[in-house]
């Protein structure tokens, strides 16, 4: 569960609770919650509304070492169906029933929404039945064969994979492909729901949420988050359908309807319409001004969010201690390094590196020394390599290096180099001198090898062989 991973990596508990919607205002108003984890049209509203501001988006799934962080909808009915089966179709077909998930529901009704009205010119606003659930959209269909559905997408899969039902008995009404995207889509794609803070969360406590979210793995919690994305287009889309916080201005149908009684008098004479169209301009000027607020308002707060990102990811890319790449940014980049190495055809090694005998630096001097030859050893370490090489923290006394372009007798002499810059370098603080050195394993990547995964394996296991035969030298697998 996500709030017990979180509160495993922090010093205070996190808990989770369900807030209906019409109660989430005065819960935030009154300040009674933190975080708000919320579908994209929901939070574009209470963006605007309440100043709610994101930190993460969730991450659906990684294709070719890409996180995917997006989602959609679905438009479909049931391969049964033989009086629908395209665009065309859903116009002609009005005595059809079409059945989604919420009015607020980004994938199950929204984006399809938008797409039929601004692509196609198909407004199926009156014909919609909401049933609350993605399933019981899905079964509705099955059961209903002649009915459309809206669901968002990866639902019709995760159904399928559990047997509910074959794929082959659902027949999508428009398809959309895109690269890395497996499931089936007929819209546009958006980015995934939203972890936002509230106005009176302190800007620390949400730097140290970010990182505790960044650093769950899926052994950790089933959902993962990354750095938030960009949520100006929700915005078009709510903009265009007149959607909270863009809600239409007063039309003169509404105006007519608002006032019937008035409009029966000012028929009488035409001082009183006159009058009364005065008010319904002044009325529509007032609703302009606040719908250019409102843009103005989206604007600075996305200008205010990309400069948080930008430190954001700073902080998430560099490790705290030592300055140096941290874990993630070090796996993320060698994997690039790799796939660019097997389209250049240039060689791609892993240095895995490990302090000697680090454990009796803590227990001798103390941790807090412990971490600042750490740093040391890190500075050291940096000195001898080019621009172009990854050098990372992997965990504690551990550390990788990940050079490309570089060949076996290269890197040899690089790890030579490493290791004796390190045995003539000493710690000094104070009146403590301590000399450190390190072992360092050596791996390169075989030919049409496409991970690092088994590299770095490989690479600790000549790291073990170079411990275990004295320390302080270099092994190569």
Not at 280 to 304: F, G, M, Q
């Amino acid at each position: 569960m996500l709030a017990d991973a979180l509160s495993k990596k922090a010093p205070y508990e996190y808990k989770i609770s369900i807030i209906d919607f019409e109660d989430i205002e005065d819960e935030i108003k009154q300040e009674k919650i933190d975080f708000l984890i919320a579908n994209p049209s929901l939070y574009v509203m209470f963006e605007a509304q309440l100043g709610i501001m994101r930190i993460a988006t969730l991450q659906n799934f990684h294709c070719e070492d890409r996180s995917i962080s997006k989602f959609g909808g679905v438009i479909f009915t049931s391969s049964k169906n033989d009086f629908i089966y395209d665009i065309e179709d859903i116009k002609k077909a009005k005595d059809s029933k079409i059945v989604a998930v919420d009015k607020n529901s980004l994938g199950g009704y929204i984006a399809l929404r938008y797409e039929l009205l601004k692509k196609y010119g198909i407004d199926i606003q009156s014909r919609v039945e909401f049933l609350g659930n993605h399933d019981e959209v899905v079964r509705h269909v099955l059961f209903h064969p002649n009915d459309i559905g809206i669901v968002r997408t990866d639902i019709i899969e995760q159904m399928a994979d559990k047997g509910t039902f074959d794929i082959e008995q659902i027949r999508p009404l428009i398809s959309k492909d895109y690269p890395c995207f497996p499931f089936i889509i007929s819209t546009e794609l958006y980015p995934e729901w939203a972890f936002a803070a509230m106005p009176a969360t302190s800007l620390e406590l949400a730097k140290k949420t970010l990182v505790y979210l960044l650093d769950l793995n899926k052994s950790e919690s089933e959902i993962i988050w990354t750095i938030p994305l960009d949520y100006n287009v929700i915005h078009k889309v709510h903009k265009f359908l007149k959607l909270p916080p863009y809600d239409a201005p007063i039309s003169l149908k509404s105006f007519i309807a608002t006032y019937k009684t008035q409009i029966i008098f000012m028929l009488i004479g035409s001082v009183l319409t006159l009058i009364l169209l005065i008010r319904l301009i002044i009325t529509n000027k007032k609703y302009n001004h606040i719908n250019a607020n409102l843009n103005r308002i989206v604007h600075e707060k996305t200008r205010a969010l990309k400069r948080v990102n930008e430190y954001l990811k700073t902080l998430v890319d560099t490790d705290d201690l030592t300055r140096i790449a941290s874990r993630r940014y070090f796996f993320d980049h060698s994997r690039s390094y790799l796939q660019l190495s097997l389209r250049n055809r240039v060689p791609f090694f892993i240095l895995s590196l490990d302090i000697d005998y680090f454990k009796r630096v803590n227990d001798t001097y103390g941790h807090d020394v412990g971490d600042m030859v750490l740093s040391f050893f890190c500075e050291q370490v940096a000195e001898c390599l080019r621009k172009t090489d990854i050098f990372g923290r992997i965990g504690g006394e551990e550390f990788g290096i990940c050079t490309i372009d570089t060949n076996k007798d290269g890197v040899i002499k690089l790890a030579e180099k490493i290791r004796s810059h390190v045995e003539k370098s000493a710690f000094k603080f104070d009146d403590i001198s301590i000399n450190i050195t390190v072992s360092i394993g050596i791996a390169g990547a075989k030919e049409n090898e496409k991970c690092i995964e088994p590299i770095l394996r490989r690479a600790d296991k000549a790291l073990y062989e170079a411990k275990s035969t004295g320390r302080n030298r270099i092994a190569i697998n």
